[in-house]
Protein backbone atom coordinates (compact mmCIF):
# COMPACT_ATOMS: atom_id res chain seq x y z
CA UNK A 1 0.00 0.00 0.00
CA UNK A 2 1.09 3.68 -0.39
CA UNK A 3 0.26 6.63 1.90
CA UNK A 4 -2.09 9.09 0.11
CA UNK A 5 -0.04 12.63 -0.18
CA UNK A 6 -1.23 15.66 -2.53
CA UNK A 7 1.17 16.61 -4.96
CA UNK A 8 0.82 19.91 -3.22
CA UNK A 9 0.14 20.54 0.62
CA UNK A 10 -3.09 20.97 1.64
CA UNK A 11 -4.30 21.88 4.96
CA UNK A 12 -6.95 22.73 7.06
CA UNK A 13 -8.13 26.40 6.71
CA UNK A 14 -11.45 26.31 8.51
CA UNK A 15 -13.52 24.38 10.26
CA UNK A 16 -17.06 24.57 12.43
CA UNK A 17 -19.48 22.37 14.40
CA UNK A 18 -22.59 22.46 15.15
CA UNK A 19 -25.28 19.86 17.68
CA UNK A 20 -28.63 20.79 18.40
CA UNK A 21 -30.33 21.48 21.81
CA UNK A 22 -32.25 18.92 22.76
CA UNK A 23 -30.71 16.03 24.46
CA UNK A 24 -32.03 12.75 25.46
CA UNK A 25 -30.72 10.60 28.54
CA UNK A 26 -30.45 6.99 27.75
CA UNK A 27 -31.57 5.97 31.13
CA UNK A 28 -34.89 7.18 29.63
CA UNK A 29 -34.67 4.74 26.70
CA UNK A 30 -33.18 2.03 29.53
CA UNK A 31 -36.57 2.49 31.34
CA UNK A 32 -38.88 2.52 28.84
CA UNK A 33 -37.59 -0.46 27.14
CA UNK A 34 -36.31 -2.33 29.90
CA UNK A 35 -37.58 -1.54 33.34
CA UNK A 36 -34.35 0.71 33.40
CA UNK A 37 -32.58 -2.73 33.72
CA UNK A 38 -29.79 -1.85 30.97
CA UNK A 39 -27.01 0.09 31.93
CA UNK A 40 -26.77 2.89 28.72
CA UNK A 41 -24.10 3.15 26.54
CA UNK A 42 -24.27 7.16 26.62
CA UNK A 43 -25.04 9.87 29.42
CA UNK A 44 -27.02 11.38 26.86
CA UNK A 45 -27.42 12.15 22.93
CA UNK A 46 -28.30 15.13 21.16
CA UNK A 47 -31.53 15.01 19.30
CA UNK A 48 -32.06 17.64 16.20
CA UNK A 49 -35.26 20.04 16.73
CA UNK A 50 -38.52 19.50 14.38
CA UNK A 51 -37.43 22.40 11.96
CA UNK A 52 -33.20 20.69 11.76
CA UNK A 53 -31.99 18.64 9.38
CA UNK A 54 -29.16 17.71 7.83
CA UNK A 55 -29.56 20.31 5.30
CA UNK A 56 -29.90 23.03 8.15
CA UNK A 57 -27.08 21.85 10.63
CA UNK A 58 -24.72 21.60 7.70
CA UNK A 59 -25.54 25.19 6.91
CA UNK A 60 -24.98 26.41 10.52
CA UNK A 61 -21.40 24.24 11.01
CA UNK A 62 -20.33 25.74 7.06
CA UNK A 63 -20.87 29.12 8.30
CA UNK A 64 -18.78 28.71 11.47
CA UNK A 65 -16.28 26.80 9.14
CA UNK A 66 -16.51 29.96 6.91
CA UNK A 67 -16.15 32.27 9.29
CA UNK A 68 -12.53 30.53 10.65
CA UNK A 69 -11.28 30.69 7.44
CA UNK A 70 -12.30 34.22 7.02
CA UNK A 71 -10.26 35.14 9.59
CA UNK A 72 -6.83 32.96 8.85
CA UNK A 73 -6.97 34.30 4.94
CA UNK A 74 -8.91 37.73 4.53
CA UNK A 75 -9.22 37.10 1.19
CA UNK A 76 -10.94 33.89 1.28
CA UNK A 77 -14.59 34.32 -0.15
CA UNK A 78 -16.99 31.26 -0.40
CA UNK A 79 -17.75 32.13 -4.14
CA UNK A 80 -14.01 30.66 -4.43
CA UNK A 81 -15.12 27.15 -3.01
CA UNK A 82 -14.45 24.36 -5.92
CA UNK A 83 -16.47 21.60 -3.90
CA UNK A 84 -19.12 21.72 -1.29
CA UNK A 85 -19.14 18.30 -0.43
CA UNK A 86 -21.76 16.53 2.43
CA UNK A 87 -21.56 13.00 3.69
CA UNK A 88 -24.41 11.81 5.40
CA UNK A 89 -26.38 8.94 6.16
CA UNK A 90 -29.51 10.60 6.35
CA UNK A 91 -29.83 13.04 3.64
CA UNK A 92 -33.27 14.61 3.80
CA UNK A 93 -34.36 14.10 0.29
CA UNK A 94 -33.27 10.06 -1.64
CA UNK A 95 -33.22 12.60 -4.83
CA UNK A 96 -32.36 15.84 -4.52
CA UNK A 97 -28.75 16.66 -3.00
CA UNK A 98 -28.34 18.21 0.23
CA UNK A 99 -25.20 20.15 -0.82
CA UNK A 100 -26.37 22.60 -3.33
CA UNK A 101 -28.71 23.73 -1.10
CA UNK A 102 -26.05 24.11 1.43
CA UNK A 103 -24.02 25.88 -1.26
CA UNK A 104 -27.06 28.20 -2.29
CA UNK A 105 -27.62 28.87 1.35
CA UNK A 106 -23.49 29.83 1.83
CA UNK A 107 -23.12 31.40 -1.13
CA UNK A 108 -20.84 29.05 -3.02
CA UNK A 109 -22.69 28.93 -6.16
CA UNK A 110 -22.87 29.00 -9.32
CA UNK A 111 -19.44 27.66 -10.16
CA UNK A 112 -18.57 24.96 -7.82
CA UNK A 113 -18.80 21.11 -7.86
CA UNK A 114 -21.79 19.81 -5.88
CA UNK A 115 -21.99 16.28 -4.16
CA UNK A 116 -23.78 14.34 -1.44
CA UNK A 117 -21.69 11.40 -0.63
CA UNK A 118 -22.78 7.96 1.35
CA UNK A 119 -20.47 5.63 3.45
CA UNK A 120 -22.51 5.15 6.61
CA UNK A 121 -20.31 6.93 9.41
CA UNK A 122 -17.50 7.61 7.48
CA UNK A 123 -19.18 9.57 4.43
CA UNK A 124 -17.50 12.55 5.66
CA UNK A 125 -13.83 11.90 6.24
CA UNK A 126 -14.71 10.31 2.54
CA UNK A 127 -15.58 13.78 1.48
CA UNK A 128 -12.37 15.31 3.04
CA UNK A 129 -10.28 12.41 1.18
CA UNK A 130 -11.35 13.40 -1.99
CA UNK A 131 -11.25 17.32 -0.93
CA UNK A 132 -7.84 16.78 -0.17
CA UNK A 133 -6.98 15.37 -4.06
CA UNK A 134 -9.08 17.96 -5.51
CA UNK A 135 -7.21 20.76 -3.67
CA UNK A 136 -4.04 18.97 -3.54
CA UNK A 137 -4.11 18.29 -7.57
CA UNK A 138 -4.67 21.67 -8.16
CA UNK A 139 -8.40 21.20 -9.50
CA UNK A 140 -9.54 23.65 -6.80
CA UNK A 141 -8.26 26.30 -4.50
CA UNK A 142 -10.98 25.43 -1.80
CA UNK A 143 -12.91 22.76 -1.24
CA UNK A 144 -15.63 21.94 1.77
CA UNK A 145 -16.46 18.50 3.31
CA UNK A 146 -19.10 18.44 5.82
CA UNK A 147 -19.72 15.36 7.38
CA UNK A 148 -22.93 15.64 9.46
CA UNK A 149 -25.93 13.37 10.81
CA UNK A 150 -29.62 12.88 12.08
CA UNK A 151 -28.56 9.68 13.07
CA UNK A 152 -31.78 7.08 12.98
CA UNK A 153 -31.92 4.20 15.57
CA UNK A 154 -35.08 1.94 15.77
CA UNK A 155 -37.35 2.10 18.97
CA UNK A 156 -35.98 -0.26 21.57
CA UNK A 157 -33.02 -1.03 19.83
CA UNK A 158 -29.76 -0.92 20.42
CA UNK A 159 -28.97 2.02 18.61
CA UNK A 160 -31.61 4.12 19.56
CA UNK A 161 -29.31 4.64 23.30
CA UNK A 162 -26.80 6.66 21.01
CA UNK A 163 -28.27 7.46 17.85
CA UNK A 164 -27.28 11.45 18.15
CA UNK A 165 -26.92 14.35 16.26
CA UNK A 166 -24.12 16.68 14.77
CA UNK A 167 -21.22 17.37 12.45
CA UNK A 168 -18.49 19.21 11.17
CA UNK A 169 -17.51 21.14 8.52
CA UNK A 170 -14.04 21.62 7.43
CA UNK A 171 -12.38 23.61 4.27
CA UNK A 172 -9.63 22.33 2.91
CA UNK A 173 -7.06 24.85 0.99
CA UNK A 174 -3.43 25.28 0.02
CA UNK A 175 -1.60 24.91 3.25
CA UNK A 176 0.17 28.66 3.30
CA UNK A 177 -2.77 29.64 5.22
CA UNK A 178 -3.27 26.50 6.85
CA UNK A 179 -4.90 26.34 10.47
CA UNK A 180 -3.81 22.23 10.20
CA UNK A 181 -1.62 20.51 7.24
CA UNK A 182 -2.64 17.23 6.18
CA UNK A 183 0.10 15.12 6.49
CA UNK A 184 -0.35 11.92 4.90
CA UNK A 185 -3.81 9.61 4.84
CA UNK A 186 -4.71 5.81 4.66
CA UNK A 187 -7.79 4.15 3.02
CA UNK A 188 -8.63 1.12 4.33
CA UNK A 189 -12.07 -1.03 3.04
CA UNK A 190 -13.33 -4.38 2.70
CA UNK A 191 -16.64 -5.83 1.90
CA UNK A 192 -17.88 -6.17 5.66
CA UNK A 193 -21.81 -6.72 6.31
CA UNK A 194 -22.21 -5.19 10.13
CA UNK A 195 -24.90 -2.78 9.73
CA UNK A 196 -27.13 -1.08 7.08
CA UNK A 197 -30.43 -0.07 5.47
CA UNK A 198 -31.86 -0.85 2.76
CA UNK A 199 -33.93 1.80 -0.38
CA UNK A 200 -36.97 3.10 1.72
CA UNK A 201 -36.43 1.63 4.86
CA UNK A 202 -36.63 4.51 7.97
CA UNK A 203 -33.99 2.69 10.43
CA UNK A 204 -30.77 0.70 10.15
CA UNK A 205 -30.26 -3.53 10.68
CA UNK A 206 -26.92 -4.08 12.09
CA UNK A 207 -25.33 -7.85 13.21
CA UNK A 208 -25.02 -7.11 16.77
CA UNK A 209 -21.50 -8.31 17.74
CA UNK A 210 -20.46 -8.39 14.28
CA UNK A 211 -20.08 -4.74 14.49
CA UNK A 212 -17.04 -4.75 17.02
CA UNK A 213 -13.75 -6.92 16.37
CA UNK A 214 -14.68 -7.36 12.29
CA UNK A 215 -15.93 -4.62 11.63
CA UNK A 216 -14.72 -1.56 14.12
CA UNK A 217 -11.74 -2.59 15.56
CA UNK A 218 -10.07 -4.66 12.36
CA UNK A 219 -10.82 -1.40 10.12
CA UNK A 220 -9.61 0.95 12.34
CA UNK A 221 -6.24 -0.51 13.37
CA UNK A 222 -5.53 -1.74 10.46
CA UNK A 223 -6.04 1.91 8.61
CA UNK A 224 -3.86 3.19 11.52
CA UNK A 225 -1.30 0.68 11.77
CA UNK A 226 -0.45 1.37 7.87
CA UNK A 227 -0.78 5.24 8.35
CA UNK A 228 2.19 4.53 11.14
CA UNK A 229 4.47 2.40 9.08
CA UNK A 230 4.31 4.64 6.20
CA UNK A 231 4.84 7.64 8.02
CA UNK A 232 7.29 6.24 10.80
CA UNK A 233 5.30 7.24 13.63
CA UNK A 234 3.34 5.81 16.94
CA UNK A 235 1.02 6.56 19.09
CA UNK A 236 3.72 8.62 21.27
CA UNK A 237 4.18 11.03 18.54
CA UNK A 238 0.54 12.16 18.41
CA UNK A 239 -0.86 14.72 20.72
CA UNK A 240 -4.23 13.82 20.46
CA UNK A 241 -6.30 11.03 18.51
CA UNK A 242 -9.73 10.79 17.82
CA UNK A 243 -11.62 7.81 16.31
CA UNK A 244 -15.76 7.09 15.58
CA UNK A 245 -17.70 7.19 18.36
CA UNK A 246 -20.26 4.36 18.53
CA UNK A 247 -20.24 4.46 22.23
CA UNK A 248 -17.76 5.56 24.97
CA UNK A 249 -15.91 1.62 25.18
CA UNK A 250 -14.64 1.05 21.57
CA UNK A 251 -12.79 4.22 20.96
CA UNK A 252 -10.95 3.58 24.02
CA UNK A 253 -10.31 0.63 23.17
CA UNK A 254 -9.18 0.77 20.07
CA UNK A 255 -6.89 3.71 21.18
CA UNK A 256 -5.10 1.43 24.24
CA UNK A 257 -4.61 -1.64 21.31
CA UNK A 258 -2.87 1.57 18.86
CA UNK A 259 -0.95 2.20 21.81
CA UNK A 260 -2.93 5.62 23.08
CA UNK A 261 -2.92 6.64 26.30
CA UNK A 262 -6.86 7.63 27.66
CA UNK A 263 -5.52 11.48 27.79
CA UNK A 264 -4.59 11.72 24.13
CA UNK A 265 -8.50 10.48 23.54
CA UNK A 266 -10.34 12.24 25.82
CA UNK A 267 -10.44 15.97 24.80
CA UNK A 268 -12.20 14.55 21.36
CA UNK A 269 -14.35 12.20 23.02
CA UNK A 270 -17.74 13.65 22.89
CA UNK A 271 -20.26 10.69 22.51
CA UNK A 272 -21.23 10.49 26.16
CA UNK A 273 -22.61 14.14 26.02
CA UNK A 274 -24.28 14.37 22.18
CA UNK A 275 -24.29 10.28 21.29
CA UNK A 276 -23.04 9.24 18.41
CA UNK A 277 -23.73 11.79 15.24
CA UNK A 278 -22.54 8.75 12.40
CA UNK A 279 -20.79 10.70 9.46
CA UNK A 280 -20.09 13.90 12.22
CA UNK A 281 -18.48 11.53 14.92
CA UNK A 282 -14.90 11.30 14.68
CA UNK A 283 -15.00 14.85 12.69
CA UNK A 284 -16.83 17.05 15.80
CA UNK A 285 -14.41 14.98 18.03
CA UNK A 286 -11.90 16.45 16.07
CA UNK A 287 -13.10 20.03 15.50
CA UNK A 288 -12.90 19.82 19.96
CA UNK A 289 -9.25 19.32 19.41
CA UNK A 290 -8.76 21.66 17.33
CA UNK A 291 -10.62 24.37 20.17
CA UNK A 292 -7.81 23.48 22.40
CA UNK A 293 -4.50 22.15 20.15
CA UNK A 294 -0.87 24.11 19.98
CA UNK A 295 0.95 24.69 17.00
CA UNK A 296 3.53 21.79 16.56
CA UNK A 297 0.83 19.18 17.72
CA UNK A 298 -0.40 16.30 16.00
CA UNK A 299 -3.36 14.78 15.45
CA UNK A 300 -4.52 11.12 14.48
CA UNK A 301 -8.14 10.97 12.91
CA UNK A 302 -9.63 8.20 12.54
CA UNK A 303 -13.01 7.09 11.19
CA UNK A 304 -15.06 4.11 10.60
CA UNK A 305 -17.85 3.51 8.47
CA UNK A 306 -19.90 0.15 8.80
CA UNK A 307 -19.77 -1.76 5.33
CA UNK A 308 -16.87 -1.31 5.91
CA UNK A 309 -13.78 0.62 6.22
CA UNK A 310 -11.91 3.18 7.65
CA UNK A 311 -9.89 6.70 6.83
CA UNK A 312 -6.68 7.42 8.79
CA UNK A 313 -5.23 11.44 8.68
CA UNK A 314 -2.35 12.18 10.36
CA UNK A 315 -2.65 16.31 10.84
CA UNK A 316 -0.05 18.46 12.39
CA UNK A 317 -1.48 22.04 13.70
CA UNK A 318 0.54 24.69 12.19
CA UNK A 319 -0.99 27.75 13.98
CA UNK A 320 -3.33 28.48 16.63
CA UNK A 321 -5.71 31.14 15.42
CA UNK A 322 -8.00 33.31 18.06
CA UNK A 323 -11.39 33.40 16.70
CA UNK A 324 -13.36 34.28 19.47
CA UNK A 325 -16.67 35.45 17.28
CA UNK A 326 -17.14 31.74 16.22
CA UNK A 327 -18.69 29.48 18.65
CA UNK A 328 -16.16 26.37 19.66
CA UNK A 329 -17.54 22.92 19.91
CA UNK A 330 -18.02 23.32 23.53
CA UNK A 331 -20.72 26.14 22.84
CA UNK A 332 -22.98 23.55 21.19
CA UNK A 333 -22.24 20.93 23.53
CA UNK A 334 -22.59 22.78 26.72
CA UNK A 335 -26.40 24.31 24.90
CA UNK A 336 -28.42 21.33 26.20
CA UNK A 337 -32.38 21.25 26.58
CA UNK A 338 -32.83 18.09 28.49
CA UNK A 339 -36.43 16.22 27.02
CA UNK A 340 -38.24 13.27 27.73
CA UNK A 341 -38.57 10.47 26.05
CA UNK A 342 -42.50 11.33 25.31
CA UNK A 343 -41.03 15.02 23.81
CA UNK A 344 -38.27 12.71 21.88
CA UNK A 345 -41.08 11.11 20.21
CA UNK A 346 -42.28 14.09 18.76
CA UNK A 347 -39.30 15.78 18.09
CA UNK A 348 -38.47 12.27 15.96
CA UNK A 349 -42.00 12.44 14.61
CA UNK A 350 -42.48 8.46 15.39
CA UNK A 351 -46.50 9.37 16.76
CA UNK A 352 -48.35 7.98 14.40
CA UNK A 353 -51.36 11.02 13.63
CA UNK B 1 -47.51 25.64 -3.92
CA UNK B 2 -45.86 26.51 -6.72
CA UNK B 3 -41.79 24.95 -7.15
CA UNK B 4 -40.99 28.64 -9.01
CA UNK B 5 -42.13 30.82 -6.36
CA UNK B 6 -40.03 29.23 -3.96
CA UNK B 7 -37.16 29.22 -6.21
CA UNK B 8 -37.35 32.79 -6.96
CA UNK B 9 -36.94 33.90 -3.24
CA UNK B 10 -33.64 31.16 -2.23
CA UNK B 11 -31.32 33.81 -1.91
CA UNK B 12 -33.11 36.18 0.64
CA UNK B 13 -34.56 32.93 2.61
CA UNK B 14 -31.30 30.90 2.82
CA UNK B 15 -28.93 34.29 3.15
CA UNK B 16 -31.28 36.85 3.69
CA UNK B 17 -29.87 38.73 0.99
CA UNK B 18 -31.58 41.90 0.54
CA UNK B 19 -31.20 45.62 -1.38
CA UNK B 20 -29.84 48.95 -0.75
CA UNK B 21 -30.96 52.18 -1.99
CA UNK B 22 -28.35 54.38 -3.81
CA UNK B 23 -30.40 57.11 -3.14
CA UNK B 24 -31.17 57.24 0.89
CA UNK B 25 -28.80 54.72 1.93
CA UNK B 26 -31.93 52.72 3.54
CA UNK B 27 -31.43 48.66 3.48
CA UNK B 28 -34.54 46.72 1.84
CA UNK B 29 -35.71 43.62 2.91
CA UNK B 30 -37.54 41.52 1.64
CA UNK B 31 -36.11 43.12 -1.48
CA UNK B 32 -38.57 45.17 -3.40
CA UNK B 33 -36.52 46.62 -5.70
CA UNK B 34 -38.25 49.82 -5.15
CA UNK B 35 -37.18 52.09 -2.02
CA UNK B 36 -40.19 52.14 0.24
CA UNK B 37 -38.91 55.20 1.51
CA UNK B 38 -37.52 57.71 -1.20
CA UNK B 39 -39.43 55.64 -3.88
CA UNK B 40 -36.23 55.51 -5.74
CA UNK B 41 -35.26 52.12 -7.98
CA UNK B 42 -33.14 50.05 -5.55
CA UNK B 43 -31.44 46.67 -6.58
CA UNK B 44 -27.70 46.30 -5.22
CA UNK B 45 -28.19 42.63 -3.87
CA UNK B 46 -27.14 43.26 -0.04
CA UNK B 47 -26.61 40.76 2.94
CA UNK B 48 -27.36 41.64 5.99
CA UNK B 49 -25.71 40.40 9.15
CA UNK B 50 -28.60 38.08 10.85
CA UNK B 51 -28.06 40.05 13.61
CA UNK B 52 -31.38 41.36 15.39
CA UNK B 53 -33.84 41.97 18.00
CA UNK B 54 -37.39 41.13 19.11
CA UNK B 55 -39.73 44.13 17.97
CA UNK B 56 -42.80 42.42 19.15
CA UNK B 57 -43.86 38.42 19.07
CA UNK B 58 -47.21 36.07 19.34
CA UNK B 59 -48.10 32.29 19.98
CA UNK B 60 -49.39 30.38 17.42
CA UNK B 61 -51.82 27.83 18.64
CA UNK B 62 -53.31 26.76 15.71
CA UNK B 63 -51.75 26.87 12.49
CA UNK B 64 -51.84 27.18 8.89
CA UNK B 65 -51.40 24.08 6.33
CA UNK B 66 -47.91 22.63 6.83
CA UNK B 67 -47.14 24.71 10.02
CA UNK B 68 -49.43 22.37 12.51
CA UNK B 69 -46.30 19.74 13.64
CA UNK B 70 -44.67 22.92 14.93
CA UNK B 71 -47.22 24.21 17.09
CA UNK B 72 -47.24 26.17 19.48
CA UNK B 73 -44.86 27.89 17.97
CA UNK B 74 -43.53 31.89 18.30
CA UNK B 75 -44.14 33.91 14.95
CA UNK B 76 -42.09 37.49 15.58
CA UNK B 77 -41.50 40.73 14.34
CA UNK B 78 -37.19 41.31 14.26
CA UNK B 79 -35.75 44.29 14.08
CA UNK B 80 -32.69 43.55 12.19
CA UNK B 81 -29.72 45.32 12.91
CA UNK B 82 -29.86 47.46 9.78
CA UNK B 83 -32.99 48.63 10.32
CA UNK B 84 -35.87 46.78 7.81
CA UNK B 85 -38.44 44.49 10.24
CA UNK B 86 -38.98 41.19 9.62
CA UNK B 87 -41.78 39.06 10.08
CA UNK B 88 -40.43 35.48 10.82
CA UNK B 89 -40.82 32.42 13.52
CA UNK B 90 -38.58 32.12 16.48
CA UNK B 91 -36.58 28.34 17.08
CA UNK B 92 -34.90 26.70 19.92
CA UNK B 93 -36.58 28.81 22.43
CA UNK B 94 -39.63 28.37 24.46
CA UNK B 95 -42.71 31.07 25.36
CA UNK B 96 -41.47 31.96 28.47
CA UNK B 97 -38.30 32.63 27.34
CA UNK B 98 -38.80 35.16 24.92
CA UNK B 99 -38.76 39.00 25.60
CA UNK B 100 -39.46 41.78 23.86
CA UNK B 101 -36.11 43.34 23.01
CA UNK B 102 -33.98 39.92 22.84
CA UNK B 103 -31.33 39.93 20.88
CA UNK B 104 -31.72 37.45 18.14
CA UNK B 105 -29.93 35.73 14.86
CA UNK B 106 -30.49 34.37 11.69
CA UNK B 107 -30.55 30.57 11.44
CA UNK B 108 -31.83 28.60 8.42
CA UNK B 109 -34.22 26.16 8.90
CA UNK B 110 -37.09 24.07 7.70
CA UNK B 111 -40.03 26.12 7.32
CA UNK B 112 -42.59 23.65 6.04
CA UNK B 113 -42.92 20.39 3.62
CA UNK B 114 -45.17 20.71 0.92
CA UNK B 115 -46.63 17.70 1.99
CA UNK B 116 -45.05 13.80 2.30
CA UNK B 117 -43.85 14.10 -1.62
CA UNK B 118 -43.12 17.92 -1.66
CA UNK B 119 -40.14 20.15 -1.64
CA UNK B 120 -38.68 20.50 2.26
CA UNK B 121 -39.58 24.60 1.91
CA UNK B 122 -35.78 26.29 3.96
CA UNK B 123 -35.86 29.85 5.04
CA UNK B 124 -34.55 31.81 7.83
CA UNK B 125 -36.14 31.65 11.55
CA UNK B 126 -34.26 33.66 14.62
CA UNK B 127 -32.84 32.09 17.46
CA UNK B 128 -31.52 33.93 20.58
CA UNK B 129 -28.16 35.07 20.24
CA UNK B 130 -26.18 32.25 21.01
CA UNK B 131 -23.23 33.68 23.88
CA UNK B 132 -19.91 34.18 22.68
CA UNK B 133 -17.44 32.06 24.18
CA UNK B 134 -16.99 31.67 27.61
CA UNK B 135 -19.40 34.47 28.47
CA UNK B 136 -22.98 34.12 30.27
CA UNK B 137 -25.83 33.67 28.12
CA UNK B 138 -27.36 37.27 26.62
CA UNK B 139 -30.83 35.34 27.84
CA UNK B 140 -29.80 35.57 31.29
CA UNK B 141 -29.48 39.76 31.20
CA UNK B 142 -32.51 41.55 32.07
CA UNK B 143 -35.34 41.39 30.13
CA UNK B 144 -37.32 44.36 29.34
CA UNK B 145 -41.11 43.95 28.80
CA UNK B 146 -41.68 47.22 27.07
CA UNK B 147 -41.36 47.73 23.42
CA UNK B 148 -37.76 49.67 22.37
CA UNK B 149 -37.45 53.23 22.17
CA UNK B 150 -37.27 54.34 18.36
CA UNK B 151 -33.39 53.90 17.63
CA UNK B 152 -31.50 56.99 16.56
CA UNK B 153 -34.87 58.96 16.28
CA UNK B 154 -35.66 56.96 12.95
CA UNK B 155 -39.08 56.05 13.11
CA UNK B 156 -40.07 52.09 13.07
CA UNK B 157 -40.75 51.13 8.93
CA UNK B 158 -44.09 50.20 7.90
CA UNK B 159 -44.12 46.04 8.08
CA UNK B 160 -43.33 44.65 5.07
CA UNK B 161 -44.64 41.31 4.18
CA UNK B 162 -42.30 39.06 4.23
CA UNK B 163 -41.85 35.85 1.82
CA UNK B 164 -42.96 33.57 4.01
CA UNK B 165 -45.90 33.22 7.27
Known sequence: MQLMKPVRPVGIIGYGAYVPRYRLAGQAISELWTAGNTPPPVREKAVPGLDEDVV???????????????????????????????????????????????????????????????????????????????????????????????????????????????????????????????????????????????????????????????????????????????????ATDFAYAVFHQPNVKFPLKVGEELGFKRAQITPGLLVNEIGNAYAGSALIGLTAILDIAQPGERILLASFGSGAGSDAFCLRVRRSLPTPHVWTTRTYVDRRVPVDYARYARLKENYIL | MEVARYWRTTKQRYQLVGEKCPQCGRRIFPPRDVCPVCGHEARTAVQFSGKGEVYSYSVVHVAPEGYEKFVPYIVALVRLAEGPLVTAQLTDVDESEVWIGMPVEMVTRVLREDGERGMLIYGYKFRPALPVNNQAPQAAAQPMRTPLPKANGVHPEPVLQAAMP
Open chain 1, 56 to 234: TMSIEAARNALARAQAADPTFDPAQLGAVWVGSESHPYAVKPTSTIVAEAIGATPYTQAADWQFACKAGTEAIQAAIGFVGSGMARYALAIGMDAAQGRPGDALEYTAGAGGAAFILGPSEHALVEIEGSVSFVTDTPDFWRRQHEQFPEHAGRFTGEPAYFHHITQSVRALFAQMGLS
